[in-house]
């Protein structure tokens, strides 16, 4: 089961016809890719679409799996594209594109920015680092396998996973410092917190790694029934890690120890990154199924079924208890889980180009 569903997800779900965004917001704008290949600005509180781009299916990205970034109203994301993939800074103002760069493989996670670079990797294992204001190649890292996680950068380190089963560490000029091996293929975007960067692998393990020295921090790993492949996230206590078993596990920060009394099983495996919100935890799973968690006990205080695979990552903006929904059939939905009640504020249908029902 294991092997098929990651050839599958390679082979039959990664494509040029696809993809799997999560949403970022600025100010009142929320912006993401949609399965039609499109990077589109909606209205944070409405769901109005202000606009797309490209607006001719000539001209798609081929393959919208990575986040948008946006700085300095430039907005960069990356192509899966059909023999290998761009990335692309777009003027969010004019909505032309400022500069592109072809990379000698897919892109699937998404870039990462420093003062003066973007950062990001591709399936051909190499990561890339261009310049922002032209997208001029500075340099190039080689690793030993495809790179489908999205690079973080840290106290002016940059960390980036890959299917060769290491945790890089490397300079902002691309010098290797450490890595850290597993035993299985990684998928996941590491989380650096408070000096440590936590992170799970294939091999069915989730790590706790000194951020300067690339050490392991707990005694043993944690240990899951399936592989990690999803972004954890955390809070003062806890780290709060979902797995393609169907659980979501809370594993102490300090020890690597159990915080709940039983993981939580969604019944169906997990791609999709969590996020914490002040209602409580959220995670969806492949079948389509959104739960609102109590992050202290595992509970489960709401659930809500989209009926369609969620891999995007929810968003949030951290503020309020909204969150942002990109399901693989073609929606994108804005819910309030205020008081742990679900409150379908806006949903958009990319494939119909109209709004969609919501609840």
């Not at 340099?139 to 495809?146: A, H, I, L, P, Y």
């Amino acid at each position: 089961m294991l092997i098929v569903m990651l050839s599958g997800c390679e082979a039959n779900n990664f494509s040029a016809k696809s993809g799997w965004s999560g949403a970022v917001t600025v100010d009142d704008t929320v912006y993401i890719g949609t399965q039609e290949a499109r990077l589109a600005a909606f209205d944070k509180n409405t769901g109005q679409v202000l606009w797309q781009y490209p607006n001719t299916e000539e001209e798609d990205f081929k393959g919208l799996y990575g986040s948008p970034v946006v700085k300095d109203n430039l907005i960069y994301i990356g192509s899966y594209g059909e023999s290998s993939g761009s990335l692309y800074a777009i003027n969010i103002e004019t909505r032309q594109k400022i500069w592109s760069f072809k990379s000698d493989g897919h892109i699937v996670g998404s870039p990462v920015l420093t003062d003066n670079s973007v950062i990001f990797g591709t399936s051909n294992g190499t990561l890339y680092s261009l310049a922002i204001e032209d997208g001029v190649q500075e340099w190039d890292f080689q690793t030993g396998n495809k790179i489908w996680s999205t690079p973080v950068v840290e106290q002016d380190i940059i960390y980036v996973s890959s299917l060769d089963r290491n945790l890089y560490a490397l300079t902002l000029d691309g010098k290797e410092l450490w890595k850290f091996p597993t035993k299985g293929a990684i998928a996941a975007t590491p989380l650096v917190v408070d000096g440590t960067i936590y992170i799970g692998s294939f091999d069915k393990h989730f790590y706790a790694i000194d951020a300067t020295k690339g050490t392991e921090q707990w005694s043993s790993p944690f240990r899951g029934d399936n592989w990690f492949w999803a972004k954890a996230t955390s809070d003062e206590s806890n780290i709060y890690a979902a797995s393609l078993d169907g659980n979501i596990y809370a594993i102490n920060k300090y020890n690597g120890s159990s915080s709940w009394t039983n993981p939580f099983d969604t019944k169906a495996p997990i791609v999709s990154d969590p996020v914490l919100i002040p209602s409580g935890l959220v995670v969806a799973n492949h079948n389509g199924d959104v739960f609102l968690l109590d992050k202290d006990t595992g509970s489960e205080l709401r659930s809500f079924s989209i009926k369609d695979p969620v891999r995007a990552p929810i968003k949030s903006t951290g503020a309020d208890s909204v969150i942002y929904i990109s399901a693989m059939n073609h929606t994108v939905r804005a819910v309030n889980l205020e008081g742990t009640l679900w409150r379908d504020l806006w949903c958009y249908d990319s494939k119909e180009n109209r709004t969609c029902e919501s609840g």
